[in-house]
């Protein structure tokens, strides 16, 4: 599969240009990581009973890259 096809249908994506990947959200309460070939290699769950908008979403995707530095 490649990166593209991979991202069909996400409604947020965040790069990650150190790292070499790429964050996508889907609109449900994961985010999808995958590498630049389109490999998931991570997925990690956003909790919180609120509705997720990409805001949200961009935040917590920023916490979890600032966490992996």
């Excluded at 889907?26 to 590498?35: K, S, T």
Aim: glycine share 10%.
């Amino acid at each position: 599969m490649s990166l593209l096809d991979a991202l069909d249908g996400a409604l947020l994506t965040v790069v990650d240009r150190d790292a070499r990947v790429l964050y996508a959200w889907f609109g449900g309460a994961g985010v999808n990581i995958y590498d630049e070939h389109g490999a998931e290699v991570d997925y990690f769950t956003i909790g919180g009973s609120s509705k997720l908008t990409a805001a949200r979403v961009r935040a917590v995707i920023e916490r979890v890259r600032a966490s992996h530095d």
